[in-house]
């Protein structure tokens, strides 16, 4: 009964280690759990090339070198957005898996010029989410993976607005038309002229459709009187001036 229990023993213990995981994953210096996530922060800007990056490291946990390869899966992308993979060398966005793998010796880890998630907004706003799964290329059910959420924030109103050059209405006093000259930064997605009576009631919207021109508005439906007009830019006002109709 002794032996019998010895060799399910040696078994068993011969399963544990062959089904231990080979490969670790450490993000500033922390060791990831299999399946973790990590957050990317940034705030969108008008450059088209502006990257951000995860970077992290690549453990080698076993007693023997091993060919490594890396993946990536798109799981919640931002439409308009790029994202592409670097695994010793940079691929273009088509390419999901690195086509050869990169050998990790045993018990080491990687550089951190090895791996990347290269994460390319483009003047697009919002989280993305992209799978990283590193395999043993011998072994692809020898993994470990990690999720990437690139989570890149609108560019603040004031920050838009020390971007813009938008001219007062005029004439103002205005009787039949007043208008806007204004040049917008591409971080607008949208843009509307919105006129208020003194009691604080909307009564007439403009919506401004170019980056740059001049936009002319018909105020001949409105009574004479005092009025304030607001910009709004990504449906947050930017500022808010006096108009006074007059005939």
């Not at 990169?102 to 003047?123: C, D, K, N, R, V």
């Not at 799978?131 to 924030?153: G, L, M, Q």
Request: with cysteine; charged share 25%; aromatic share 12%.
């Amino acid at each position: 009964m002794k032996k019998l229990i010895l060799f399910l023993s040696f078994f068993l213990a011969i399963g544990t280690f062959a089904s231990a995981q080979s490969l670790s994953l450490y993000y500033d210096g922390v060791e990831l759990a299999d399946g973790d996530n990590v957050y990317i922060h940034g705030e969108l800007t008008d450059n088209e090339f502006e990257e951000y990056l995860a970077v992290l490291l690549v453990k080698n946990n076993s007693d023997r070198d091993l060919p490594v390869k890396a993946r990536r899966d798109d799981v919640d992308i931002v439409e308009g957005s790029k994202n592409y993979l670097c695994w010793e060398s940079c691929f273009p966005d088509f390419v999901v898996e690195s086509p050869d793998p990169y050998t990790i010796p045993a018990g080491e880890m990687t550089s951190e010029e090895i791996f990347a998630g290269h994460y390319l907004p483009q003047g697009n706003a919002g989280t993305t989410i992209v799978k990283y799964t590193f395999f043993n290329a011998n072994e692809p059910d020898d993994k470990v993976t990690f999720n990437a959420h690139y989570v890149i924030s609108p560019t603040s109103v004031d920050d838009i607005l020390a971007k813009s050059a938008i001219s007062e209405a005029y004439p103002n006093p205005a009787s039949k038309f007043v208008a806007f000259d204004y040049e917008l930064p591409v971080e607008v997605k949208s843009a509307e002229v919105k006129f208020f009576n003194l009691l604080g009631q909307e009564v007439l919207t403009e919506t401004i459709a170019d980056l740059i021109g001049k936009v002319q508005i018909n105020v001949m439906d409105l009574p004479e009187g005092v009025y304030f007009y607001s910009l709004a830019l990504n449906q947050k006002v930017a500022m808010t001036k006096k108009l006074i109709i007059r005939r």
